[in-house]
């Protein structure tokens, strides 16, 4: 006599049941291209210089090309995903995405790299924020969901770490071409993992277009008149046209998000000197790093001459350090509060960038890897704890939209920095001088920062 088989659970119980795990693949998958991609494209540059006979502000404009519609979009892009639904959001931003990735690999000249990669910044805007509303969708318990952020998180790391050494492997056995290849088969599978994933609900939040359009305006003419001006001098019409246009625009822009009724920076968040000390932190961590990478990868390849894959492993121990100073961190503010790691981590990346002041041509390359390694943990030890200490001064109504100034803030940090740094680099007669130069800026910036950390007042 045979034993039935045990009924099969219904198909609606079943796919509930895998709806948490398809969320969870599909937003690591995205989150681990988005800064894959970043990080990948630093150590590409020199050989996208040579392939174009690009200049300076054309390596300037590809790097912050992206960028800037990242951080200018970021600040609606949350309002948006909630409206369209998180799902439809995250698919669209997946696939605009995928097909910017391909028309970047495909650029038969500068000017249309630019261009898609003004696409991708764009894609990774809408991707971001609707990523994480699906890891809020998928996992309604709160400790579920905090270890699905955690993995969240842990993909975006490994990426970063990943992605100048994999995009230097790339670029010197392939091409520079294969960075932005190796994204299609990736936003394919996100694609098609997406089509089984539960649907997400839609939500009537009002948008802000005027405010969001104002501020693209305000950052590029900003971000275009110091690239320009470092190109070809301060003084020429068009650059202080621009820098014109960018108070203008800037000044339009305060102006709607005082009068209208869902602003999307709500100015009176920062009558908040935690707020305020908050983004001013972010801002100019984020600028001290991406600006410092984009500086150095131009020095190790064109100054140092190594390739693409060598300058990829001078940068792993910086990065590989981050994700353990993450969790250093979380223990450090659970211990003491948010402010010791915040201004710890300042006070050591300060005098990482002070230490690489005696760097030049004669330095050992494993010396240059080591000095790095601060960098990555000054980095990791503020930033997990400056996002906590804003949440937790900030109403619960209001923290998605926090959340989203500071990453804005952050993202114009390193947009700026790209620009003023390779101007600095321009603008001396020696690369080593204007290299110089930057790293005392920033290690100036850091150091007055560590202050204002003492303002926070984050609760352990």
């Known amino acids: 006599m045979t034993t039935p088989a045990p009924p099969r659970a219904p198909r609606d119980a079943r796919q509930r049941t895998a709806a948490p795990k398809l969320a969870m693949a599909t937003t690591f998958m995205g989150i681990f291209l988005l800064n894959f991609n970043a990080m990948a494209m630093n150590v590409a540059l020199p050989g996208i210089g040579r392939a174009f006979g690009g200049s ?34 995250f698919g669209a931003g997946v696939a605009v995405f995928t097909v910017a990735s391909a028309a970047c690999g495909l650029a038969p000249g500068l000017g249309e790299l630019i261009a898609a990669r003004l696409l991708q910044g764009s894609a990774a805007a809408i991707m971001l924020p609707s990523s994480l509303a699906l890891v809020r969708q998928a996992f309604p318990d709160a400790a579920e969901r905090a270890r699905a952020i955690a993995l969240w998180t842990a993909g975006g790391a490994v990426a970063v770490a990943a992605g100048p050494v994999v995009g230097g492997v790339l670029s010197s056995i392939l091409s520079w071409r294969a960075i932005f290849v190796v994204n299609l088969p990736v936003g394919i599978a996100i694609l098609a993992v997406l089509t089984r994933a539960e649907r997400s609900p839609r939500r009537p939040t009002p ?23 470092g190109e070809n001098g301060f003084g020429e019409p068009l650059v202080l046209g621009c820098l014109g246009l960018a108070v203008v625009a800037m000044a339009a822009f305060i102006m709607i998000e005082a009068r209208t009724a869902a602003p999307i920076v709500p100015l009176d968040v920062f009558r908040s000197r935690t707020v305020t000390a908050s983004v001013t932190i972010g801002f100019v961590v984020n600028a001290a790093f991406y600006g410092s990478v984009f500086a150095l990868s131009l020095f190790f390849q064109n100054v140092l001459n190594l390739s693409a894959m060598a300058t990829g492993l001078m940068f ?16 450090a503010a659970a211990r003491f509060g948010p402010r010791m790691p915040i201004a710890v981590g300042q006070a050591i990346f300060a005098l990482a960038m002070f230490g690489l ?44 939209t926090a959340a989203g100034i500071l990453n804005s803030f952050r993202q114009t940090g390193g947009a700026l920095a790209v620009a003023v740094f390779g101007a600095m680099l321009v603008d001396r007669g020696e690369f080593i001088v204007g290299l110089r130069v930057a790293f005392c800026t920033a290690a100036v910036m850091l150091a007055a920062t560590t202050l204002a950390a003492l303002v926070l007042r984050g609760r352990r």
């Open 56 to 89: 300076m502000a054309g390596l300037q404009w590809i790097v912050d090309a992206y960028t800037l519609m990242f951080a200018a979009l970021l600040l609606s892009a949350g309002a948006l995903s909630d409206r369209v639904g998180a799902s439809r959001a």
């Open 207 to 229: 948008l802000d277009p005027y405010g969001q359009l104002t501020a693209i305006v305000a950052l590029a003419m900003l971000t275009f008149a110091v690239i320009d001006g």
């Open 316 to 331: 792993l121990p910086m990065l590989a350090v981050i994700a353990g100073a993450n969790l250093a961190s979380a223990r």
């Open 357 to 400: 002041l005696w760097m030049d041509e004669g330095t050992s390359r494993p010396v240059i890897a080591a000095m790095l390694i601060p960098v990555g943990v000054g980095l990791g030890l503020v930033v997990p704890s400056l996002t906590a200490v804003l949440l937790n001064d900030i109403a619960a109504d209001r923290a998605g």
